[in-house]
């Protein structure tokens, strides 16, 4: 999925629209290879859960196509909307690339390419692609595989500012072509490699390129033998792109079961059904912070990373994420897989659905040590208190005091009524579907001199501007 900069519009931040740890694992038994279990038994509220299935299936969230939670290895969260059902295989559109990644270190492990021993992905693409010429460029010939799969490249590269309904779409244009990195590698550079992040998707087809070259058999085919039969994954589709490589950037569509166990493999360090498919080291690397995205999830090695908020709570979750709203959320701390399929292409719901899945139901479902956030009276003399103008990177925040309660407001995006918690704190809501924590600093005496607001990946501290 491309991340760009989201919600400014409706906020003034972003500018469109990611308990028992250490149980032994339960064998893999029944439901396509899932253990189920009841939500309370493995620690999960079944309240907040029995709340995000009736609002979903309300229509709460739109297009949703299902959403499944897994804890401890089991399978406690299922459902399914519209005529979607457990055996539909779901587009994952660049989920793929999660699953290239995968590929690519379990062809690392089997010596089909060089591995992390080998230093491999510090050495160079014009070693590892010697085919390509252009690449003895000076400026090109400092492009290492972690840059590529990092998409840190510094190759010039237009994916997010047109749809990919528009054939002038710089991936359209490459998947096309007889030969995408080709097209991809004459790019000229714009900028020293491994600084700035950019979405590319022909950097994803590595795994592919490098596993066909290295076999003379498609990806799509070694994944059969050495991915998906050992996870019992037995139906998928994988497309193609015009040159016949296995589309490891966006083709792939799989059972939402299937797409858990992808995030259970990595959440269980390479293990399933007590049988080794990947190493813990590629793991490790490949889920680690690579590029520090401002405005969106930082990047690993075609996997999205980073710090998740909820409430006045956060923590680190790595997840595949496809255009549309196709997630596989990895949560370690709190030992969780969350799968969520829908089809929102090109709307800030996409995004907007997990977010609020995640934030709203299932982390507060998961930790018992969250705070009660139920709300709070407060007298307008109280409420006058936090009110003002607070400045931070993008647009600044007005809050005032209208009929009898405080409200957020900035330019050219909605009001957000704002709801009194306990210890300066407030929930927004963004239309109606996600919550917005403001956590408001107190001098020692007298107003707030400051306000953070945060929620999904954003955490930004506004300063209080007026006298």
Known sequence: MRYAPILAA?????????????????????????????????????????????????????????????????????????????????????????????????????????????????????????????????????????????MTGGLEWDETSLPYSDSNNDWIRASRSEDPLGFALARPVVAQAGVEFNYHGVYSLLPSYLIERASGASAEAFASEHLFALLGISEWEWDTIANGLTDTDGGLHLRPRDMAKLGQLYLDGGMW????????????????????????????????????????????????????????HVFPTHDLVVVVTQQVFDNPFGELNVQAILSRYVLPAADSAAR????????????????????????????????????????GAPTMRLVPLEDGRFRGTVLDLLDVHFAFKPREIGRPDSVRVRWGFRSEIFRRVDP
């Open 10 to 150: 409706l906020f003034g931040l972003l500018i469109t629209v990611g308990a028992c740890v250490g149980q032994e694992r339960p064998a893999a038994t029944s439901a396509n290879g899932w253990e189920v279990a009841s939500p309370a038994s493995v620690g999960l509220d079944p309240q907040r859960l029995a709340a995000l299935r009736a609002d979903a299936a309300s229509g709460a969230f739109q297009n949703l196509h299902s959403i499944l939670i897994v804890r401890y290895g089991r399978l406690v969260f299922e459902e399914y909307f519209d005529d979607f059902e457990a055996e539909t295989l779901q587009y994952t559109a660049s989920v793929s690339k999660s699953v290239g990644s995968i590929l690519l270190g379990i062809a690392m492990d089997r010596g089909l390419v060089p591995g992390l021993e080998d230093s491999v992905l510090d050495a160079t693409l014009v070693d590892l692609l010697p085919e390509y010429g252009i690449l003895a460029d000076d400026r090109k010939s400092l492009i290492r595989l972690r840059h590529a799969l990092s």
């Open 372 to 411: 009660d956030d139920s709300p709070i009276e407060l007298d307008a003399e109280a409420l006058a208190l936090f009110t003002g103008e607070y400045a931070g990177r993008g647009a600044p925040i007005t809050v005032v005091l209208r009929d009898g309660a405080l409200v957020a407001e900035a330019e």
């Open 273 to 328: 059904a007590e049988r080794r498919i990947l190493s813990e080291a590629w793991i490790e690397e490949s889920t680690s912070r690579q590029i520090d995205n401002r405005d969106s999830p930082d990047y690993c090695l075609l996997w999205w990373c980073g710090d998740f908020h909820y409430g006045d709570r956060s923590t680190f979750t790595f997840f595949a994420s496809g255009h549309g709203g196709q997630m596989i």
